[in-house]
């Protein structure tokens, strides 16, 4: 079964947060962070795939060296967040579309600490945005 949200602490504040049960009831993710909850409270990741998993992974289907494949992924990684940041979206073919939004600055209300009810102002900034292309979309869904 699956609720749409309950109410989680995180850093001692309280906010919504998509659930769901598994069909054995026996965990719960969290589907903005991936975290598992047993019913004995213990938080873990499931099925969680690394960078060092991913190097491996090109390093045997390329024939490369497991340093060769790591610095090949940290230059492809650098030139999407080089670009974002340039202001320039990266379109990757059959995969998606990463780009920023500008957040501008904006009033708000302190719900925490001891100036709690304080006004203040957050500073503009940006939001990392990631696009999914159909084709990812139905590759996922493919049985």
């Not at 906010?15 to 769901?20: E, F, N, P």
């Not at 903005?32 to 409270?41: L, R, V």
């Not at 500008?102 to 719900?111: D, E, G, I, K, Q």
Request: overall charge positive; charged content about 25%.
């Amino acid at each position: 079964s699956i609720s749409k949200s309950k109410l989680c602490t995180c850093a001692g504040r309280y906010h919504k947060r998509a659930w769901s049960l598994s069909s054995d009831d026996s965990h719960q993710r969290s589907f903005s962070t991936g975290a598992i909850i047993s019913k004995g409270g213990k938080i873990g990741k499931a099925n969680a795939v690394s960078t060092q998993n991913i190097i491996k992974e090109v390093s045997e289907k390329h024939d490369l060296s497991i340093a060769k494949s790591g610095r090949v992924l940290d230059t492809i990684l650098s030139a999407i967040v080089d670009n974002v940041k340039n202001g320039n979206s990266v379109s990757l073919s059959k995969f998606g579309k990463f780009s920023s939004n500008n957040l501008p600055s904006r009033n708000v209300s302190m719900n925490f600490g001891g100036e709690k009810g304080k006004i203040v102002t957050a500073p503009s900034r940006n939001r990392p945005k990631f696009e999914p292309f159909l084709r990812f979309k139905n590759d996922l869904n493919e049985e």
